[in-house]
């Protein structure tokens, strides 16, 4: 676990509260003064049902050859495509973001395309179009800096640093993070609801796949690649002399961190590596299996957009089978992460905290008891955390991280916790339910209350449960 993390935990004794500058508020949305976004068709949604995708792992590596525009437009508003607008004025997205501030960004590689011209895109929700950045084939240089054969379609999900710092600070790469693996949760399910095949890649060439897009690494960080469909072969090199389009300034006055910044470069790759092997224990023999069984419908398309961020929790339990889907959706399989499970009473399960074997799919118990209470005192004293019947805490262990991924195991680690957090936000709306996530906690008071392991790091703990109908 880097410095990063234990430098911006958060510790009661050290909180104090401050004024937001609303003057110099971010802007939501990427604007290019000297281009206008290409327009794409109205979305053709997928049609899907959610539970056999969200429990079905591993994604397919193979499947439909590409896409035609209509359905690269419907892909694209399922991954981070606006969904509404609340009364407050806030744009709302299919992803998950705290603040509703939404600092990851999409950008797309295209050749062979069917109704775009090869070349690099960025995804302008506000508008539902592509702005193009770089005409040409991009393919060579996906390649160089993703590894292994390109596709038609390659997606690329950073961070915006300063969207999201303008009010988190420092601790904000944090969030980066987790609405990058929401925004890859998502995209992952689209392109499975579309019949894609995808490769997912963290562990990129970071100078080149950063210089590709003309991301400056002062402001903005790329987190991951995915590519989906068919294998292309690679093209000539790019013509030199491109520059990145001006981009108007997110504020009056712009922010810079460079702890952030240098936290986003820990661990740069100077050539493309292999997806690490996470090792995993097996449960014990008493452990409490759980089989997720899925279920008919609902759409997958209907869920996400359907998806909102609810914690009118009411002081009730899961109905039986329940508990089952919402944790095998949300983390399918072994990874990075530890997970704990709180649970209130009268649930398939006793009161207590549970580690989550998710390739076993079982339960092990570490301690008796109501432990939700004392994690919504922990989360900063969201007191309704404490009212869910589920709460799920993310965490990671840092001497783990560093034997199997090295530095760049805490991207992995955080990504990873956005995924599983965004997959518990569309089951828990699947079932009915609601959820909300919590990135804001005491740090060590959170890895207290969920009865981590001891040097554990606690990352996000996202709570589910039912809640009051109509809101």
């Known amino acids: ?12 004794e050290t909180m ?107 995804f302008a929700p506000d508008r539902g179009g592509l702005h193009l950045l770089r005409q040409g084939d991009p393919s060579a240089a996906v390649a160089a800096s993703l590894g292994g054969p390109p596709r038609g379609l390659t997606f690329f999900i950073s961070g915006l640093f300063w969207k999201s710092a303008w009010k988190y600070k420092t601790r904000a790469w944090r969030y980066c993070l987790l609405d990058g693996g929401h925004v890859l949760a998502n995209l992952e399910l689209a392109l499975a609801a579309y019949g894609l095949g995808q490769r997912l890649c963290l562990d990129f060439a970071q100078a080149p796949a950063q210089g590709l897009l003309g991301l400056d690494p002062e402001r903005e960080a790329l987190l991951a ?88 929790f009411l002081a009730q339990p899961l109905e039986p089978g329940q508990l089952a889907r919402l944790l095998g959706a949300a983390l399918p399989a072994d990874g990075p992460l530890g997970a704990t499970v709180l649970l209130g009473p009268d649930n398939e399960a006793p009161a207590g905290a549970y580690v989550w074997h998710a390739g076993a799919k079982a339960l092990e118990q570490v301690a008796q008891g109501d432990q939700r209470h004392a994690a919504a005192v922990a989360s900063l004293g969201q007191m309704w955390v404490g009212q869910a019947a589920l709460n799920l805490l993310l965490w990671a262990d840092p001497a783990r991280l560093e ?50 392991p001891s040097g554990a790091e606690p990352l996000y703990l996202v709570a589910a449960g039912p809640v009051k109908s109509g809101v």
């Open 1 to 12: 676990m880097p410095q990063y993390h234990q430098s911006t935990a958060y510790r009661r």
């Open 16 to 122: 104090s509260g401050g004024d937001m500058d609303w003057p110099n508020q971010p802007y939501p949305f990427k604007r290019y003064p000297n281009s206008e976004p290409r327009e794409l068709p109205r979305p053709q949604l997928a049609r899907a049902d959610f539970w056999p995708l969200a429990l079905g792992w591993p994604l397919a590596t193979e499947g439909e050859p590409g896409v035609r525009l209509a359905g690269l437009s419907g892909l694209l508003a399922l991954a981070a495509g606006l969904t509404a607008q609340s009364s407050g004025g806030i744009y709302l997205r299919a992803p998950a973001s705290a603040g509703a501030l939404y600092p990851a960004e999409l950008y797309l590689a295209t050749k062979g395309q069917d109704g775009l011209p090869d070349g690099l895109w960025h």
């Open 225 to 312: 690649g995915v590519g989906a469909g068919a294998l292309v072969e690679p093209g000539p090199a790019l013509a030199g002399g491109w520059e990145h389009p001006a981009e108007e300034p997110l504020s009056p006055s712009e922010g810079r961190d460079e702890v952030m910044a240098q936290a986003a470069a820990l661990g740069a790759l100077e050539a493309p590596g292999d997806s690490p092997a996470w090792p995993s224990g097996g449960p014990p023999e008493d452990a409490l299996r759980l089989e997720p069984k899925p279920l008919a419908g609902p759409d997958l398309a209907q869920t996400m957009v359907g998806r909102r961020s609810r914690r009118n």
């Open 403 to 452: 034997a199997v991924a090295k530095q760049r195991g805490y991207r992995h680690a955080m990504l990873a916790a956005g995924r599983a957090g965004q997959r518990l936000y569309l089951a828990a709306q699947a079932l009915g339910l609601g959820c909300c996530g919590v990135g804001a906690f005491y740090d060590a008071e959170m890895a207290a209350a969920a009865m981590v």
